[in-house]
């Protein structure tokens, strides 16, 4: 079993960068597939990015890719999403998930089956 806690979202000017941190429980972190997503008022959860369970191999969405960079401390039960040049169409609830050992590639979110309660993020104008 495995709990998330998102941290780190608020509001920030188009432009700007914000990092968000996901806190997870369970001794065996270092076996989950991590990742983000998030959702726009109005719209369907979409896949953000994800990384391994050793850190090795990141995946991301097109639409932030070379914008934002998800890393991961396995000593600190951590992953983070840092987020630089965010726009208005960022603004979303950002969700961190888990799945052990979830092969990378995989942007459905039932692939994941542990969901964070998720942080707001607004990127003004």
């Known amino acids: 079993q495995v709990q998330l806690v998102e941290s780190g979202g608020g509001l920030v000017q188009a432009g700007g960068s914000l990092r968000l941190s996901c806190a997870a429980s369970?001794?065996?972190?270092?076996?989950?597939?991590m990742g983000w997503f998030r959702q726009a008022p109005g719209k369907e959860r979409e896949f953000v990015a994800a990384?391994?369970?050793?850190?090795?191999?990141?995946a991301y969405a097109d639409s932030v890719k070379d914008l934002f960079t998800i890393s991961r401390d396995n000593a600190k039960n951590t992953v983070y999403l840092q987020m630089n040049s965010l726009k208005p169409e960022d603004t979303a609830v950002y969700y961190c998930?888990?799945?052990?050992?979830?092969?990378?590639?995989?942007?459905?979110?039932?692939?994941?089956?542990?969901w964070g309660q998720g942080t707001q993020v607004t990127v003004s104008s």
């Open positions: 369970g001794r065996t972190f270092s076996s989950y597939t």
């Open positions: 990384i391994s369970w050793s850190g090795g191999s990141t």
């Open positions: 998930v888990a799945q052990f050992r979830l092969s990378m590639g995989r942007t459905n979110p039932y692939d994941y089956g542990y």
